[in-house]
């Protein structure tokens, strides 16, 4: 893999360490918002990575023609394989879009960022708020 210059969100950091290997440096690369867009249409399949892609490629529709070049840059030519991360994808989209909302960004904002409706933002905040989820992160 080349060294580039990761496109993250400081935020973004702390929800890293709960991916697993591989998938968490995709993180690092990508921001975890277009991380778990690749887990959603990915998990469980490896996915190969052109050398380039332009408009209208499904990595670039999929994360946007930018970050799509960033990860084809980094991992030209490789197979990762996606995990389907079924029970922390969850877990990690839950503290995202809290981390998101705790930041100021409005529900229509994490809507649009994580791929969502405004009313399944507000059904991760209310179930985090039945459970009583502690969805902040450590700093340290």
């Not at 998990?43 to 529709?61: C, D, K, M, Q, S």
């Not at 389907?84 to 503290?95: E, F, L, S, V």
């Not at 904002?109 to 991760?124: N, S």
């Amino acid at each position: 893999m080349q060294s580039l210059r990761p496109i993250l969100d400081p935020a973004d950091e702390a929800l890293l360490t709960l991916l697993p290997g591989e998938l968490a440096e995709i993180g690092r690369l990508i921001g975890v918002a277009s991380c778990i867009k690749l887990v959603e249409t990915w998990g469980g399949r490896r996915l190969y990575i052109p050398a380039h892609v332009t408009n209208g490629h499904p990595l670039a529709e999929l994360l946007g023609l930018d970050v799509a070049m960033a990860l084809c840059t980094a991992y030209a030519g490789e197979r990762p394989e996606i995990p389907r991360a079924q029970g922390w994808r969850q877990t990690i989209k839950a503290h995202a879009i809290a981390l998101a909302r705790a930041s100021g960004l409005s529900q229509a904002e994490v809507a649009r960022q994580y791929g969502m409706t405004e009313r399944g933002v507000r059904k991760v905040e209310r179930r985090a708020e039945r459970t009583g989820s502690d969805v902040q992160l450590p700093l340290f």
